[in-house]
């Protein structure tokens, strides 16, 4: 079945660094991706998303392009801020571009020090 | 953003009790929520998912006689966990889309911790 593999955390940096948070993929035919995040005390908040292969998506200095050779969808920023911790997830859907079934990797918790 | 609000955020009861756990839709129609229950350090994992008027659909090993789902008005649905048990510990996290800007993009609730004692 679907399913979605996202490095475990916790990730700890210092503001201004670089940061990468891997995601895999399985799925049969063409799921769309998504970056969810979840700050402190508050609910899941669409981040990015691509629909098709070579797609980038983007938001807030976040990127994430969608390679179908290698199934991956990587979160990067360049440059993070203590305001970007949070707990970062990646998901699939494999109901065209909606988000009818939404499947969720185990989350990856970012955090950022001054 | 729309903004979807959860009710109660915590909830501890006791072994054998029902507890009901709501999710609004504060400003937006909701055609379709989604109910997902997430376990420490694990994925968020759908149970069910309702659309106004209709019975909810579950997913495979979810017992629905078990997790009552009622999704009665476009702007609220609840969640009723039946004779609850320890292990139905965990955090339940709803979300619902709709018809928003031409998008189902789904917005997420805050969750609610429950703690069965």
């Known amino acids: 079945g679907n399913s979605v593999t996202q490095m475990e955390g916790p990730v700890t940096l210092s503001e201004e660094a670089f940061l990468t948070i891997n995601c895999t993929y399985t799925?049969?035919?063409?799921?769309?991706l998504f970056w969810y995040v979840q700050y402190p005390g508050e609910g899941l908040q669409l981040l990015l998303k691509?629909?098709?292969?070579?797609d980038k998506g983007s938001n807030k200095g976040f990127e994430a392009t969608y390679r179908k050779e290698t199934t991956s969808f990587h979160l990067e920023k360049g440059s993070v801020q203590v305001s970007d911790s949070a707990v970062y997830f990646c998901?699939?859907?494999?109901?065209?571009?909606?988000?009818?079934?939404?499947?969720f990797g185990k989350g990856t918790k970012l955090s950022v020090k001054p | 953003g729309a903004v979807v609000s959860q009710h109660p955020s915590r909830v501890i009861c006791k072994s054998g009790t029902s507890v009901k756990i709501e999710c609004r839709s504060l400003?937006?129609?909701?055609?379709?929520m989604f109910w997902y229950r997430q376990f420490p350090k694990q994925s968020l994992m759908l149970m069910a998912t309702?659309?106004?008027?209709?019975?909810?659909?579950?997913e495979q090993g979810v017992e629905k006689d078990k997790f009552l789902i009622n999704h009665a008005s476009l702007t609220l649905s609840t969640l009723t966990v039946t004779s609850a048990h320890p292990e139905d510990s965990s955090f339940y996290i709803c979300?619902?889309?709709?018809?928003?800007?031409?998008?189902?993009?789904?917005?997420f609730g805050p969750g609610t911790r429950l703690t069965v004692t």
């Open positions: 691509a629909t098709k292969a070579d």
């Open positions: 799925a049969t035919g063409y799921p769309s």
């Open positions: 979300s619902a889309s709709g018809t928003l800007a031409g998008t189902s993009e789904q917005y």
């Open positions: 400003d937006f129609q909701a055609t379709t």
């Open positions: 309702s659309n106004e008027g209709s019975k909810a659909t579950y």
């Open positions: 998901a699939l859907s494999d109901v065209g571009g909606s988000q009818g079934n939404l499947i």
